[in-house]
């Protein structure tokens, strides 16, 4: 365990000082961009420029970030079809009689609170 937290803490570090080196990087670029930019413009114009440019280059960030990052998976339907062609039999079962619907409710609900495993299913479908 002491050995996963030392790894992860050193990966954490390593993500850091590499953020900062991007930003530094970063910084220095726009700097350079603005300070040739003042050759050709106004210094107003070159710092309108180079804050666009700032901009657009985290806007492309953002977007490869989007690209990269985690997938969402789609939700499987096959669980809530199952619950509710499931509830639809209990139903019809139970509209008979008042007695058999409390004997269903007590019985659905002893289980569920007997077995931990029963409940991280409900709850993984929920």
Do not use: H, N, W
Request: glycine share 8%; charged share 15%; aromatic share 8%.
């Amino acid at each position: 365990m002491r050995r996963l937290a030392f790894r992860a803490a050193v990966l954490a570090i390593t993500i850091m000082l590499a953020a900062a080196g991007f930003v530094a990087a970063s910084v220095f670029l726009f700097v350079a961009l603005y300070a040739g930019l003042t050759s050709f413009f106004s210094p107003p114009v070159a710092a309108l420029i180079c804050a666009a440019a700032a901009i657009f280059f985290a806007l492309v960030v953002l977007f490869i970030g989007g690209i990269a990052g985690p997938r969402r998976r789609k939700k499987d339907d096959s669980a809530a079809l199952l619950g509710e062609l499931l509830g639809e039999q209990v139903r019809d079962l139970t509209s008979a009689s008042p007695t058999q619907r409390l004997l269903i409710a007590l019985a659905a609900g002893f289980a569920v609170g007997l077995s931990p495993r029963l409940r991280k299913i409900i709850a993984g479908m929920l």
